[in-house]
């Protein structure tokens, strides 16, 4: 979480945060008991950061 602060703070791009938020991402995933919930987690967690960005803006899955 201060890597992101101090990610913020210094201006890194909405790339930058998204990369350097994947490890705690994946950690989060990593607590999911349920194996079938915890590899939906990991898949979304994953997300390459162009596709993300196409999902948030509405565009839906990429396949």
Known sequence: MAALLCCMLAG???R??????AGWRR?????????AERSRCLETADLDYDRYRHQRDGGGPER
């Open 16 to 21: 930058q945060i998204y990369d350097a938020a």
């Open 12 to 14: 890194c791009s909405g």
């Open 27 to 35: 950690n989060e995933c990593d607590r999911i008991v349920d194996a």
